[in-house]
């Protein structure tokens, strides 16, 4: 497994694979048309090739060799800074593993990167956001020391979610 940075050849990929995650974690919670709303704001490919040129997001992708079998994104400003007295918080966003990769050691790979990244940033804390009901990526995120810091909203086209705020200080 290779872990690299994304680049704007990687857009549609990323895209796709983006989409492929949500759709198989979530689909089933949401409307065809709040999903569908949702997939187009966060997943077109306009905007994710807009995200790998923003100098302030950083995508790190996992490539087995024959695709993307994962990825990650770090904002180096957190859009949670209101909720914790962090100083230098960044935000981890979308640590997505492949359909039926979950379990192969993909996330862990991609959390080392994020930590080592935010550390060498100098960042004071990494903080991020989890489904109030994804017991299996809270408990994911506890091994690493993420504790909850705030209740926060989630949405999906017009379907709010309850999601926990996840702070791990460095």
Known sequence: MILRNATPDDTAALTALGRDSFDAAFAHLYSADDLQQFLTGAYAEDVVAGEIADPNLLH???????????????????PYGAH????????????????????????????AWALAEARQRGAD??????????????????????????????????????????????
């Open 60 to 78: 790190q992708l996992a490539d087995d060799g024959d695709g993307l079998a994962g990825f990650c994104k770090l904002a180096l400003t957190s």
């Open 84 to 111: 914790s007295d962090a100083a230098n918080a960044i935000a981890l966003g979308q640590l997505y593993t492949a359909p039926g990769r979950t379990g192969a050691g993909i996330g862990a790979l991609l959390m």
């Open 125 to 170: 804390a990494v903080q991020l956001s989890v489904w109030a009901e994804n017991v299996r990526a809270q408990a994911f995120y506890a091994r690493y020391g993420f504790r909850k810091i705030a209740d926060i909203d989630f949405w999906v086209g017009n379907h709010r979610d309850d999601e926990f705020l996840l702070e791990l200080r460095l």
